[in-house]
């Protein structure tokens, strides 16, 4: 039999976005250290509802880490303490015997509360509607190798492209900002030679939005330190390069189209 461990966990309760919300306590006893945290959720879940009451709702789907669903503030760290892993990844192993565990959803202005541990992310679909996509018909999917890619180019834009949207970047920002998110989006298309005709639009139009719904990113720090995919913050200070030139480029192309 695999070790186990007993927690305790404070989680925070809420029925609805307007209903009243506070921490309620449970405990959870003989957990298998092999377990997920989500797993370890599910198990709480099946007692609550032997016992008649409401389960926890939570998101998830894959449980792999790769699809950004999951997310929850543990102990005040964006999907817990072991760095560079998403929520369902987040082994019981990481956790004492006897511990107290808070558990809180995101805590973001942009992110308003659902029920419980669910929060509404859905401003991320809309920066990535502004321009996270390539409409360019190329028709059928074009052999590999007839674009040519220098491997640093494809390597970076690959660690773009490996952000799942989870939404730790934001909640873990003092200033609930998503710029580390929208760095991402438009890093691994910008970089890319398909790319490279909606370049200058694609960054004017997801900074625009971003703008309308987040905080301003002032270099904390704090959303690469969060980040389930350790993306660095080197993308943000790409993206507003990129920002900067749109806007000249954009500019000089609307007097022109005038």
Request: net charge negative.
């Amino acid at each position: 039999m695999p070790p186990v461990v007993n927690v305790t966990l404070q989680i925070w309760r809420q029925a609805g976005p307007s209903a009243p919300g506070g921490f309620k306590t449970y405990q959870v006893d003989e957990i298998s250290e092999e377990m997920s945290f989500l797993e370890m959720l599910d198990v709480l879940n099946e007692r609550l509802l032997i016992q008649g009451e409401e389960p926890v709702a939570f998101d998830h789907d894959c449980r792999e880490g790769i699809c950004g669903s999951c997310g929850v503030m543990i102990d005040g760290q964006a999907h817990g303490p072991q760095l560079g892993t998403a929520t369902c990844q987040l082994h019981m192993r990481k956790f004492r015997d006897g511990a107290t565990i808070t558990v809180e959803p995101w805590r973001a202005a942009a992110f308003p509360l659902i029920r419980d541990l669910v929060v509404d992310r859905s401003p991320f679909d809309h920066i990535v509607e502004a321009g996270g996509f390539i409409t360019v018909d190329t028709g059928s999917a074009p052999e590999a190798n007839l674009s040519p890619v220098p491997k640093p180019v494809a390597d970076t834009a690959f660690d773009a492209a490996a952000c799942i949207g989870c939404g730790a970047c934001v909640a873990a920002c003092p200033n609930g900002a998503a710029s580390l998110f929208t760095a991402a989006k438009v890093n691994h298309l910008g970089l890319l030679p398909q790319g490279q005709a909606e370049r200058w639009t694609r960054v004017e139009r997801m900074v625009e939005v971003m703008e309308g719904y987040f905080g301003s990113c002032t270099n904390h720090g704090e959303c690469e330190k969060a980040c389930p995919k350790s993306i660095s913050i080197d993308f943000i200070a790409m993206m507003n390069a990129d920002y900067v030139k749109a806007k000249f480029k954009n500019r000089r192309l609307a007097s022109q189209n005038g």
